[in-house]
């Protein structure tokens, strides 16, 4: 039996319905932007494994940083105790964090950081005497599938048979150039009543809605109007963070800073699941109290397991190098002519760039080619090129460690896509 038919047996995969799809491609081996499968097929990872191995797959500096951890330390509780990888994380992250981040509170996946945010938000207010109850979020923003980050992201369709159970979220559009002012009076007059506790918000470009990007200016307008009612912004940076939008953070592109910000799928440079949620001082006080009860009771077994730290800490030091900074605005020099050259294409629309971050839309209309996602995902594995188009849009985000000849693959890829008038 191959390793596919065995997966059948017991395992129940992610975001799958398997009637539709009950097979899945197994995965022998990974080496920088490559993946092999058990027949020995290569497939370059267009999109880093969901945003997470940005540094390339069993990239041997981080392995070796963990190898070494591993003998030392393996895990301990976090409530009552530290140790030096947790503590050196949070030094080199309070340093490469946009200004004002000053904790850290760690958990286990982009959800979680979700999760902790928006507990902490609203007993920040709570603490201090204000009853504040709601949450405010963009349309179609995407933060997680636990329950409070469910109910703040705005993409409905997994979401209906739990919306009887959300938390009280208020909705505003992302503001796109023309619907500004109307995006300003509705948040406007969401904050008037009081209730708001926080304003959370992917910055820059929503990753789950299909790499929709927008402006920096409205985002921080927002921002100070929030900042003006008492209300704290949280940027959900958990796709964002670590140079994929060309700064260290999405954040670092705003004038106006956040409160609160959520990290995981590259923290760890996609070796093990870990993630935290920063925040100011300022947040941080709110909870400080001879009331036990003030406190902030939350936290996860794993919570700053030691090998996924010494993971993280290695995963920075790269992202810092020269080398990697100059990976980085290789790729976006890539993309800027690879936009060039498709642009021209009937069938390419809204072509988008930021920092390694690629994206446009493919100008068909999705029911009259039936399972066009399904044919476009074949076709890519078919050239090699792992890439999994979001409906019409295809977008690439490939480890900052892609070589030319392997951004190639997946560039050609989408062109055969292109020259055959989209019909697969
Ligand atoms: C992926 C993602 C999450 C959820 O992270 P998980 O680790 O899958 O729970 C939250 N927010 C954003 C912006 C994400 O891209």
């Known amino acids: 039996m191959t390793l596919s038919e065995r997966d059948k047996k017991h395992l129940w995969h992610p975001l799958t319905q398997h009637k539709i799809n009950p097979d899945h491609l197994a995965i022998a081996s990974a080496k920088g932007a490559v993946f092999t499968d058990e027949k020995g097929k290569d497939y370059v990872d267009g999109i880093a494994s969901w945003y997470t191995s940005m540094y390339g797959h069993c990239n041997p500096y981080i392995t070796a940083r963990m190898k070494d951890q591993l003998e030392r330390l393996d895990h301990v509780i976090f409530s009552g105790l530290t140790h030096e990888p947790a503590v050196k994380l949070s030094e080199l992250l309070v340093e490469i964090l946009p200004e004002g981040q000053e904790k850290l509170f760690f958990s286990d996946n982009g959800s979680t950081s979700v999760e902790v945010a928006i507990k902490m938000s609203l007993q920040y207010h709570f603490n201090r005497g204000e009853h504040r109850n709601t949450i405010v979020a963009f349309d179609n923003g995407f933060h997680g599938d636990t329950f409070g980050a469910m109910s703040v992201s705005g993409l409905s369709v997994y ?26 009076d509705r948040f406007k007059a969401f904050l008037s009543s009081g209730k708001v506790a926080s304003f959370i918000f992917e910055p820059l470009v929503q990753g789950a809605a299909g790499m929709k990007m927008y402006d920096a200016a409205p985002l921080e307008q927002l921002m100070e109007i929030a900042s003006a009612h008492g209300v704290l912004n949280i ?45 100011t001082k300022e947040v941080y006080n709110a909870f400080l109290s001879d009331d036990l009860g003030k406190g902030f009771f939350h936290g996860h077994t794993y919570t700053a397991n030691p090998l996924a730290c010494a993971a993280a800490i290695a995963g920075i030091e790269l992202l810092r190098s020269e080398d990697m900074q100059e990976n980085i605005s290789r790729i976006r020099s890539l993309h800027r002519d690879f936009e060039a050259r498709i642009s021209p294409s009937p069938l390419v629309k809204n072509t988008r760039r930021l920092g390694v971050i690629f994206a446009f839309e493919l100008d068909i209309e999705m029911e009259r080619y039936g399972n066009l996602r399904q044919k476009l995902y074949d076709h890519f594995m078919a050239h ?41």
């Open 235 to 279: 940027a959900d940076e958990v796709m964002t963070g670590f140079g994929k939008t060309g700064t260290l953070f999405a954040s670092d592109q705003l004038r106006i800073k956040p409160d609160m910000i959520c990290l995981s799928k590259a923290l760890t440079a996609g070796m093990l699941p870990m993630a935290a949620t920063s925040c």
């Open 159 to 184: 979401n209906g048979p739990f919306e009887d159970f959300f938390l009280r979220v208020e909705r505003i559009p992302v503001p796109d150039g023309r619907n500004n002012e109307a995006v300003i």
């Open 384 to 424: 090699g090129a792992f890439l999994r188009p979001l409906g019409n849009t295809i977008y690439i985000l490939a480890p900052y460690v892609t070589t030319n000849e392997q951004m190639e693959v997946l560039y050609s890829a989408i062109e055969a896509v292109l020259d055959k008038g989209g019909a697969l």
